[in-house]
């Protein structure tokens, strides 16, 4: 049983962040997960935590901004559990700090990570997915991708970036069997979420406690991400397809 039963699902930065909570969350509904995350993250460790609870995951290390490192790993996932029908692509970074500070080896690093990374990802998915008759691309967008955050000009051009992209995939492939949305997060208590605010803060934009609560109630929890993406990568959403699904208790609504 479980909502994910018989799916492979890759999650892209499935060791940290939102990426763990939707990484355990996967596997408990029956998903075969393969996780994609840094060589250096803790990918390994958490394949191996949800084996030992009974689920079914892989760790396939790579930079996801590297052609040669996507193909290989979303290669190992496949030769471990089958064409993906589920794809994930969640990992990404931030940048804080004033536009005319900002460099171009950073311009370029954030819109490989966060946006070639989808295209890698991706176009390297594809394949298999079409020959399984179909499956559901999940990307990870942002509030940041329709609200502009002060101090953050590069971070949230990669994120209007990957909103688009997940509705112009959508639209390509809705004549085979492929569905692609996007989750748009609020502000989420994950590392990155606490790097966001401590880099907001040196640059004097108010990140009290009471400003986050006035824009958005409270920090979101990781879980509430994954849960969300789930609902996108399950069957569930058959017919959701092109769309934007924020989880941001209103942020963006007022
Ligand atoms: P996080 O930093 O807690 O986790 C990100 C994961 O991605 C880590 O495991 C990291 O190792 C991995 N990663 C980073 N660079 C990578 C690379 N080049 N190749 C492979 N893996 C890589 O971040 P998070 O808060 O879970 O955020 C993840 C996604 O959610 C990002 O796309 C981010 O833009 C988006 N998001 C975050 C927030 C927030 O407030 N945290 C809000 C909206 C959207």
Not at 105 to 120: H, I, K, P, T, Y
Request: glycine share 10%; hydrophobic share 45%.
């Amino acid at each position: 049983a479980g909502r994910l039963c018989g799916k492979t699902a890759l999650i892209s930065g499935g060791a940290g962040g939102c990426g763990l909570a939707a990484s355990q969350l996967f596997a408990r509904e029956g998903a075969r997960v393969g996780i994609v995350d840094l060589p250096r993250s803790k990918g390994e460790e958490v394949a191996a935590a949800i084996r030992a609870e009974g689920g079914q995951a892989v760790f396939a290390p790579a930079d996801v901004s590297v052609s040669s490192e996507v193909k290989a790993a979303v290669k190992a996932v496949e030769d471990a559990f089958g064409n993906i029908t589920v794809l994930f692509n969640h990992a990404g970074i931030l940048a804080v700090g004033p536009f005319l500070e900002t460099e171009e080896d950073e311009w370029d690093r954030l819109m490989a990570v966060n946006v070639r990374s989808m295209f890698l990802m991706t176009k390297a998915v594809l394949p298999g997915m079409l020959a399984a008759g179909g499956g559901s691309i999940v990307s990870t967008s942002s509030i940041s991708a329709v609200a502009a955050t002060p101090m953050e000009v590069l971070y949230d051009t990669t994120k209007g970036a990957c909103h688009m992209f997940a509705r112009a995939i959508a639209v390509e492939f809705r004549d085979r069997g492929i569905r692609s949305n996007a989750v748009c997060p609020g502000f989420i208590a994950t590392d990155h979420g606490k790097r966001e605010l401590v880099g907001l803060a040196k640059y004097g934009v108010d990140v009290s406690d009471a400003a986050i609560a006035a824009q958005q109630g409270r920090m979101c929890d990781p879980m509430e991400v994954a849960q969300a993406a789930l609902f996108l990568a399950s069957d569930e959403s058959s017919f959701v397809n092109g769309t934007h699904l924020f989880v941001d208790n209103c942020f963006t609504a007022v």
